[in-house]
């Protein structure tokens, strides 16, 4: 029996929605590109009229066709290969790490949650006739959520080395997108508040004899997310 029981964890430990967000995203890519061909295009996923068909985010659409579903699907959305590739390394290399520590249901719950919240802040302040998709709300929420858990596992020493690392990755490229027009930095903001907040509220399945964050500290930061998911979809609506 024993063996059976060690095969099941392993199975159970892979990071299969890391696999699962990988595929979509590609698949959807590969779709885009299908359509583009379809159209006489070259690089369909960099058009601007194929992006919005596949669920790019548009503010204004959202205001004016009540489109509520373009908060989910820019997370899966590309432009280009490049923006693939660069983004599907990033979760292919965190959420192997990631996932198997929080477990299954919580890296779901953060990965789209903080790419909601990215693309509600960016929805909220951002250029409201603009375009933009990408998966890097969710994953500037996977790499703040290593932020969290350096607080929760002060000890532990693998884990404090990747939350100072990608303390330092978040302000790096938080810097980096100051400079750069055609990167959506509210839409990393949003995702990596998202992101600590998310995983202050969740937890981790084992508790850490080193964790000091208490119920209620996790009840408010669970509270805050959803304030602050509302809070930008309403003041979008009110001044788009």
Excluded at 70 to 85: E, K, N, Q, S, Y
Excluded at 114 to 120: D, F, K, P, T, Y
Excluded at 124 to 142: D, H, K, M, R, V
Aim: some cysteine.
């Amino acid at each position: 029996m024993e063996p059976y029981l060690s095969s099941w964890n392993k199975i159970n430990r892979a990071p299969f929605f890391t696999y699962l967000f990988l595929g979509i995203q590609l698949l959807i890519f590969i779709l885009m590109e299908i359509t583009g061909m379809r159209l006489g295009l070259i690089g369909g996923s960099e058009n601007s009229q194929i992006l919005f068909m596949f669920g790019a985010m548009s503010p204004e659409t959202v205001v004016s066709q009540h489109e509520y579903w373009r908060f989910v699907t820019p997370i899966f959305v590309h432009i280009g290969l490049t923006h693939l590739a660069i983004n599907s390394l990033s979760l292919y290399f965190v959420g192997r790490i990631l996932e198997p520590i929080i477990g299954h249901t919580r890296f779901f719950i953060l990965y789209l949650i903080s790419g909601i919240m990215g693309n509600a802040l960016s929805f909220a302040f951002g250029n409201p006739y603009g375009l933009s998709a990408g998966a890097s709300t969710s994953l500037f929420g996977l790499f703040a959520a290593f932020i969290a858990l350096g607080k929760m596992f002060k000890y532990h020493p693998m884990i404090r080395h990747m939350s100072q690392n990608m303390t330092l990755l978040i302000i790096l490229n938080l810097m980096m997108n100051l400079f750069d027009s055609g990167v959506d930095i509210l839409g990393h903001l949003g995702g990596a508040i998202g992101g600590i907040l998310l995983m202050i509220a969740l937890g981790v399945p084992k508790k850490s004899l080193n964790d000091t964050l208490n119920i209620h500290k996790r009840i408010a930061a669970g509270i805050l997310v959803i304030f602050m998911i509302g809070f930008c979809i309403f003041y979008g609506f009110s001044f788009i």
